[in-house]
Every structure is written in C-alpha cells, then in structure tokens.
C-alpha cells in the first residue's frame, strides 16, 4: 500500500499580500495531487492547515475541492 503524506498547504496565503504568491500555492498544492494520481497512491494523508484561515476565501475553497 503507497501512502501520501501531505500538511500545512495552507491553500489561500497570500504571503507579503502578493497574487502570485498565492498561485504558487495553489501550484504546488496541484502538483501533489498529480502525484499522488500519476504514481497510483491508495490513500493521500493530510495533517493539518489545510486552508490558510479559518474562513478561506473561495478561490482556495474552488482549488481544495477541484
């Protein structure tokens, strides 16, 4: 069995208030997943911070969900 451990992604920071540092987020977060898919994983762990805040605007909301 291949497990995937991931934590802390954090998905709608907006590090020093930038856009861009925010698609980068959502860019790795993507490219996990595509792991996760393309080496045939059985489960996919996250522990923790999954979202930035506690109330996560839409578009990290739309990226977790996609």
Known sequence: MQILHISDTHLGKRQYG???????????????IDIAINDHMDAV??????????????????????
Request: aromatic share 14%.
């Open 45 to 66: 762990i996250h522990t923790g911070d999954l979202f930035d805040i506690s109330d996560p605007p839409n578009k990290a909301e739309y990226e977790a969900i996609n």
């Open 18 to 32: 930038q856009d861009f540092r925010e698609h980068d987020v959502y860019n790795v977060f993507n490219q996990l």
